[in-house]
């Protein structure tokens, strides 16, 4: 850890800031769209079956990345207990990041409109990405002050509450990525 000791909190701000800064480039740059199509920028869309889901600050997948950060912070805690606190939270960045890039490839786009029921997704915009990052940010400092046992409820509570309200969340968003049920797709869409 001799080199990443003499990095000083100002540093990892920056490569945070310029990590932000190039991936929200990278976006553009395969074509997502910067704000909604409907040209107007919401703090909270919960209309899931939209074409503005997803293109808006915060919706209800936004409960996911706050669970991101809880996850990342303590799979980084496992293996870097001793790494700087900074130097976590820009592996973080850096994993939340490329999972952004990846969920905007056609190949999850098309992974997403084959299996669940996003049926209308065509790819976050960059400002929901964004703040989709900056939501996992929030959980990672959450999981830093909290009590496991708290972070542990929290996760539990935020998948029951939006698994209740939209028939998705997390887990079942991973369990329809990797091996889609038809039960679950008959009940998500309402049967």
């Known amino acids: 850890m001799g080199f990443l000791s003499r990095f000083q909190t100002k540093h990892y701000i920056l490569f945070s800031i310029i990590l932000l800064c190039v991936f929200a480039l990278t976006l553009y740059l395969m ?4 704000i909604c199509k409907c040209g107007y920028i919401k703090l909270w869309h919960g209309i ?10 915060s919706d209800w997948y936004t409960f996911s990345h706050v669970i991101h950060g809880f996850a990342f912070y303590g799979l980084l805690w496992l293996i870097g207990r001793r ?18 890039i990846f969920e905007n490839t056609d190949f999850i786009i098309n992974r997403y409109r084959e299996v669940t029921i996003s049926l209308d997704y065509y790819g976050d915009s960059i ?9 996992m940010v929030l959980g990672f400092f959450l999981a830093r002050r909290l009590p496991i ?7 539990i509570a935020m998948e029951l509450f939006v ?15 990797i091996y889609p049920m038809d039960f ?5 869409a309402g049967g």
């Open 127 to 135: 400002l929901n990405s964004v703040f989709d990052v900056l939501f």
């Open 83 to 100: 790494w700087p606190f900074e130097l976590r939270l820009l592996l973080a960045l850096f994993a939340e990041t490329s999972w952004e």
């Open 163 to 177: 698994g209740f309200w939209i028939r998705d969340n997390l887990t079942l968003n991973i369990i329809m990525l």
């Open 48 to 57: 899931t079956f939209s074409s503005e889901n997803s293109q808006h600050i």
């Open 149 to 155: 046992w708290a972070t542990i409820l929290l996760v």
């Open 31 to 34: 074509g997502q769209i910067l």
């Open 184 to 188: 679950i797709l008959k009940w998500q």
